[in-house]
Protein backbone atom coordinates (compact mmCIF):
# COMPACT_ATOMS: atom_id res chain seq x y z
CA UNK A 1 0.00 0.00 0.00
CA UNK A 2 1.57 2.82 -1.32
CA UNK A 3 0.99 6.07 0.76
CA UNK A 4 1.76 10.01 0.66
CA UNK A 5 3.63 12.07 3.31
CA UNK A 6 0.22 12.88 5.07
CA UNK A 7 -0.39 8.70 5.74
CA UNK A 8 -3.20 8.74 3.38
CA UNK A 9 -3.28 6.10 0.44
CA UNK A 10 -2.22 7.24 -2.77
CA UNK A 11 -5.46 7.77 -5.15
CA UNK A 12 -6.17 4.85 -6.28
CA UNK A 13 -4.94 2.37 -3.72
CA UNK A 14 -7.54 0.02 -2.14
CA UNK A 15 -8.33 0.93 1.17
CA UNK A 16 -10.81 -1.48 2.29
CA UNK A 17 -11.27 -4.84 0.59
CA UNK A 18 -14.45 -7.27 1.54
CA UNK A 19 -14.25 -10.87 0.39
CA UNK A 20 -16.76 -13.15 1.25
CA UNK A 21 -18.47 -11.63 4.34
CA UNK A 22 -21.92 -12.74 5.78
CA UNK A 23 -23.55 -12.04 8.67
CA UNK A 24 -26.47 -14.13 10.28
CA UNK A 25 -28.63 -13.32 13.01
CA UNK A 26 -30.29 -16.88 14.51
CA UNK A 27 -31.45 -18.34 11.18
CA UNK A 28 -31.82 -15.11 9.42
CA UNK A 29 -28.88 -14.58 6.94
CA UNK A 30 -28.81 -10.75 6.47
CA UNK A 31 -25.47 -10.84 4.37
CA UNK A 32 -24.42 -13.63 2.01
CA UNK A 33 -20.96 -13.63 0.59
CA UNK A 34 -20.74 -10.09 0.11
CA UNK A 35 -18.00 -8.73 -1.93
CA UNK A 36 -16.85 -4.58 -1.93
CA UNK A 37 -13.51 -2.82 -2.40
CA UNK A 38 -13.32 0.99 -2.02
CA UNK A 39 -10.43 2.72 -3.17
CA UNK A 40 -8.83 6.21 -2.09
CA UNK A 41 -10.13 9.22 -3.81
CA UNK A 42 -13.47 7.90 -4.89
CA UNK A 43 -17.30 7.48 -4.22
CA UNK A 44 -18.88 4.11 -3.95
CA UNK A 45 -22.37 4.02 -4.03
CA UNK A 46 -24.19 1.10 -1.94
CA UNK A 47 -28.04 1.06 -3.67
CA UNK A 48 -30.71 -1.46 -2.97
CA UNK A 49 -34.08 -2.12 -1.86
CA UNK A 50 -35.04 -2.25 1.65
CA UNK A 51 -34.15 -5.30 3.52
CA UNK A 52 -31.03 -5.38 1.12
CA UNK A 53 -28.20 -5.66 3.58
CA UNK A 54 -27.16 -1.90 3.20
CA UNK A 55 -27.43 -0.95 6.99
CA UNK A 56 -26.00 -4.37 8.21
CA UNK A 57 -23.10 -4.25 6.22
CA UNK A 58 -22.47 -0.14 7.21
CA UNK A 59 -23.08 -1.60 10.78
CA UNK A 60 -20.05 -4.04 9.71
CA UNK A 61 -17.74 -1.48 8.95
CA UNK A 62 -18.49 0.94 12.00
CA UNK A 63 -17.89 -2.07 14.37
CA UNK A 64 -21.47 -2.35 15.56
CA UNK A 65 -21.92 -6.10 14.46
CA UNK A 66 -18.88 -8.41 13.86
CA UNK A 67 -19.77 -10.76 10.95
CA UNK A 68 -20.45 -14.56 10.97
CA UNK A 69 -17.72 -15.29 8.37
CA UNK A 70 -15.72 -13.75 5.63
CA UNK A 71 -12.68 -11.40 5.41
CA UNK A 72 -12.19 -7.43 5.88
CA UNK A 73 -8.62 -6.18 4.83
CA UNK A 74 -7.70 -2.36 5.63
CA UNK A 75 -4.59 -0.68 4.17
CA UNK A 76 -3.67 -4.21 2.72
CA UNK A 77 -4.17 -5.99 6.07
CA UNK A 78 -6.84 -8.36 7.43
CA UNK A 79 -8.12 -6.32 10.40
CA UNK A 80 -11.37 -7.29 12.94
CA UNK A 81 -13.25 -4.31 13.49
CA UNK A 82 -15.17 -5.62 17.04
CA UNK A 83 -15.82 -2.64 18.47
CA UNK A 84 -16.87 1.47 16.83
CA UNK A 85 -13.68 2.48 18.81
CA UNK A 86 -11.70 0.34 16.93
CA UNK A 87 -13.10 1.08 13.43
CA UNK A 88 -12.45 4.71 14.12
CA UNK A 89 -9.02 3.89 15.36
CA UNK A 90 -8.48 2.42 11.93
CA UNK A 91 -9.38 5.11 10.05
CA UNK A 92 -13.37 4.46 9.56
CA UNK A 93 -16.03 7.44 10.54
CA UNK A 94 -19.51 6.92 9.94
CA UNK A 95 -22.38 9.81 9.22
CA UNK A 96 -25.64 8.05 10.08
CA UNK A 97 -28.85 9.19 9.10
CA UNK A 98 -29.61 10.66 12.23
CA UNK A 99 -26.79 12.09 12.91
CA UNK A 100 -25.93 12.41 16.25
CA UNK A 101 -26.31 16.32 16.86
CA UNK A 102 -26.78 18.33 19.87
CA UNK A 103 -29.10 21.08 18.78
CA UNK A 104 -28.91 23.02 21.88
CA UNK A 105 -24.94 23.37 21.48
CA UNK A 106 -23.46 25.09 18.86
CA UNK A 107 -21.03 24.11 16.03
CA UNK A 108 -17.96 24.04 17.96
CA UNK A 109 -19.31 21.73 20.56
CA UNK A 110 -20.58 19.28 18.19
CA UNK A 111 -17.95 19.38 16.45
CA UNK A 112 -15.38 18.36 19.11
CA UNK A 113 -18.15 16.35 21.18
CA UNK A 114 -15.97 13.80 23.12
CA UNK A 115 -12.79 14.70 21.94
CA UNK A 116 -12.05 18.38 23.20
CA UNK A 117 -8.80 19.96 23.50
CA UNK A 118 -7.67 20.06 26.78
CA UNK A 119 -11.15 18.54 28.32
CA UNK A 120 -10.16 19.82 31.81
CA UNK A 121 -9.68 23.14 30.48
CA UNK A 122 -11.24 23.32 27.49
CA UNK A 123 -8.94 25.55 24.96
CA UNK A 124 -12.15 27.27 23.33
CA UNK A 125 -9.91 29.09 20.98
CA UNK A 126 -8.14 26.62 19.54
CA UNK A 127 -11.16 24.83 18.96
CA UNK A 128 -12.54 27.46 17.02
CA UNK A 129 -9.59 28.44 14.94
CA UNK A 130 -9.51 24.20 13.98
CA UNK A 131 -13.42 24.61 13.12
CA UNK A 132 -13.38 27.55 11.02
CA UNK A 133 -9.84 26.09 9.28
CA UNK A 134 -12.08 22.40 8.62
CA UNK A 135 -14.96 24.20 7.50
CA UNK A 136 -12.90 26.37 5.02
CA UNK A 137 -11.22 24.02 3.63
CA UNK A 138 -14.36 22.20 2.96
CA UNK A 139 -16.27 25.38 1.73
CA UNK A 140 -18.95 24.88 3.97
CA UNK A 141 -21.66 27.62 4.21
CA UNK A 142 -22.10 28.00 8.02
CA UNK A 143 -22.90 31.80 8.93
CA UNK A 144 -20.76 30.88 12.50
CA UNK A 145 -19.16 28.45 14.45
CA UNK A 146 -20.73 29.68 17.52
CA UNK A 147 -24.45 29.20 16.04
CA UNK A 148 -26.58 26.82 17.69
CA UNK A 149 -27.10 23.44 15.66
CA UNK A 150 -30.88 24.13 16.11
CA UNK A 151 -30.84 27.40 13.85
CA UNK A 152 -28.70 25.40 10.81
CA UNK A 153 -30.54 24.18 7.94
CA UNK A 154 -30.86 20.31 7.18
CA UNK A 155 -27.80 20.40 4.53
CA UNK A 156 -25.92 22.69 7.26
CA UNK A 157 -26.25 20.13 9.87
CA UNK A 158 -25.22 16.96 7.06
CA UNK A 159 -22.10 19.68 6.70
CA UNK A 160 -21.46 19.83 10.23
CA UNK A 161 -21.80 15.97 10.75
CA UNK A 162 -19.80 14.97 8.11
CA UNK A 163 -17.11 17.71 9.21
CA UNK A 164 -17.21 16.35 12.76
CA UNK A 165 -15.69 12.61 11.09
CA UNK A 166 -12.98 14.13 9.59
CA UNK A 167 -11.63 15.62 12.78
CA UNK A 168 -9.96 11.84 13.26
CA UNK A 169 -8.50 12.24 9.58
CA UNK A 170 -10.35 8.96 8.98
CA UNK A 171 -9.23 7.47 5.29
CA UNK A 172 -13.12 6.33 4.64
CA UNK A 173 -16.40 8.03 5.56
CA UNK A 174 -19.80 6.17 5.17
CA UNK A 175 -22.47 8.29 4.29
CA UNK A 176 -26.17 7.36 5.35
CA UNK A 177 -29.03 8.55 3.73
CA UNK A 178 -27.24 12.05 3.56
CA UNK A 179 -29.35 13.93 0.69
CA UNK A 180 -33.38 12.35 2.88
CA UNK A 181 -35.21 15.09 3.60
CA UNK A 182 -33.21 17.86 1.69
CA UNK A 183 -34.57 20.89 -0.30
CA UNK A 184 -32.64 20.96 -3.93
CA UNK A 185 -30.08 23.51 -2.86
CA UNK A 186 -29.28 21.76 0.09
CA UNK A 187 -29.02 18.60 -1.64
CA UNK A 188 -27.01 20.24 -4.22
CA UNK A 189 -24.61 22.19 -1.28
CA UNK A 190 -24.15 18.00 0.50
CA UNK A 191 -23.30 16.58 -2.96
CA UNK A 192 -20.56 19.16 -3.34
CA UNK A 193 -19.16 18.55 -0.02
CA UNK A 194 -19.00 14.84 -0.87
CA UNK A 195 -16.65 15.72 -4.01
CA UNK A 196 -14.31 17.90 -1.55
CA UNK A 197 -14.59 14.96 0.43
CA UNK A 198 -12.90 12.46 -2.12
CA UNK A 199 -10.98 15.54 -3.31
CA UNK A 200 -9.49 15.22 0.01
CA UNK A 201 -7.98 11.39 -1.22
CA UNK A 202 -10.26 9.69 1.44
CA UNK A 203 -12.52 6.92 0.53
CA UNK A 204 -16.59 7.53 0.37
CA UNK A 205 -19.02 5.42 0.60
CA UNK A 206 -22.57 6.70 0.27
CA UNK A 207 -26.11 4.61 1.08
CA UNK A 208 -28.64 6.39 -0.81
CA UNK A 209 -32.40 5.63 -2.57
CA UNK A 210 -31.88 8.64 -4.74
CA UNK A 211 -30.59 7.37 -8.23
CA UNK A 212 -29.86 11.15 -9.32
CA UNK A 213 -27.86 11.99 -6.42
CA UNK A 214 -25.88 8.76 -6.72
CA UNK A 215 -25.30 9.27 -10.71
CA UNK A 216 -23.66 13.02 -9.54
CA UNK A 217 -20.91 11.94 -7.02
CA UNK A 218 -20.45 8.40 -6.85
CA UNK A 219 -17.76 6.53 -9.35
CA UNK A 220 -19.01 3.30 -8.89
CA UNK A 221 -22.60 1.64 -7.96
CA UNK A 222 -22.98 -1.18 -5.63
CA UNK A 223 -25.82 -2.90 -5.72
CA UNK A 224 -27.44 -5.42 -3.16
CA UNK A 225 -30.11 -7.25 -3.27
CA UNK A 226 -31.60 -9.96 -0.72
CA UNK A 227 -27.92 -9.52 0.94
CA UNK A 228 -26.26 -10.79 -1.91
CA UNK A 229 -24.31 -8.36 -4.09
CA UNK A 230 -26.49 -8.12 -7.70
CA UNK A 231 -24.05 -5.67 -9.89
CA UNK A 232 -21.65 -2.82 -9.74
CA UNK A 233 -22.66 -0.36 -12.42
CA UNK A 234 -21.12 3.07 -14.05
CA UNK A 235 -22.77 6.63 -13.02
CA UNK A 236 -23.39 6.04 -16.76
CA UNK A 237 -26.19 3.27 -16.07
CA UNK A 238 -29.54 3.30 -17.27
CA UNK A 239 -32.43 3.33 -14.93
CA UNK A 240 -33.46 0.54 -16.18
CA UNK A 241 -30.42 -1.41 -15.37
CA UNK A 242 -30.47 -0.54 -12.06
CA UNK A 243 -34.25 -0.78 -11.06
CA UNK A 244 -33.64 -4.44 -12.86
CA UNK A 245 -31.15 -4.97 -10.51
CA UNK A 246 -32.56 -3.69 -7.12
CA UNK A 247 -35.61 -5.29 -7.42
CA UNK A 248 -34.79 -8.44 -9.55
CA UNK A 249 -37.41 -7.66 -11.86
CA UNK A 250 -36.58 -7.51 -15.98
CA UNK A 251 -39.66 -5.90 -16.68
CA UNK A 252 -40.83 -2.90 -14.56
CA UNK A 253 -42.55 0.22 -15.27
CA UNK A 254 -39.16 1.67 -16.28
CA UNK A 255 -38.45 -0.85 -18.80
CA UNK A 256 -42.18 -0.80 -20.26
CA UNK A 257 -41.65 3.22 -20.23
CA UNK A 258 -38.66 2.95 -22.53
CA UNK A 259 -40.31 0.06 -25.04
CA UNK A 260 -43.16 2.21 -25.60
CA UNK A 261 -40.93 5.21 -26.35
CA UNK A 262 -39.47 3.31 -28.56
CA UNK A 263 -42.66 2.13 -30.58
CA UNK A 264 -43.83 5.70 -30.38
CA UNK A 265 -40.38 6.84 -32.07
CA UNK A 266 -40.27 3.84 -34.89
CA UNK A 267 -44.36 4.06 -35.80
CA UNK A 268 -43.42 8.39 -36.40
CA UNK A 269 -40.48 6.87 -38.77
CA UNK A 270 -42.52 4.69 -39.93
CA UNK A 271 -45.56 7.31 -41.11
CA UNK A 272 -44.88 8.66 -44.71
CA UNK A 273 -43.48 11.96 -44.53
Known amino acids: ?????????????????????????GAVSALTDIELE??????????????AGK?????????????SAGRIEFCGKEVALDSPSRALELGIATV???????????????LFLGHEMSPWNLDEVSMEV?????????AARI???REPI?????????TVAIARSLLLDPKIIMLDEPTAALGVAQTAEVLNLIERVRERGLGVIIISHNMEDVRAVADRIVVLRLGRNNGVFSPDASNHELVAAITGATENAVSRRIDRKSGERADLGGNPA
Do not use: Y
Not at 39 to 51: I, P
Not at 57 to 65: S, T, Y
Open 96 to 110: FQDLALCENLDVVAN
Open 38 to 51: VKAGEVVALVGDNG
Open 130 to 138: RAWTLLREL
Open 150 to 158: ASLSGGQRQ
Open 1 to 25: MVRNDSGVPEKGMTILKLSNVSKNF
Open 55 to 67: STLIKILAGVHQP
Open 143 to 145: PSV
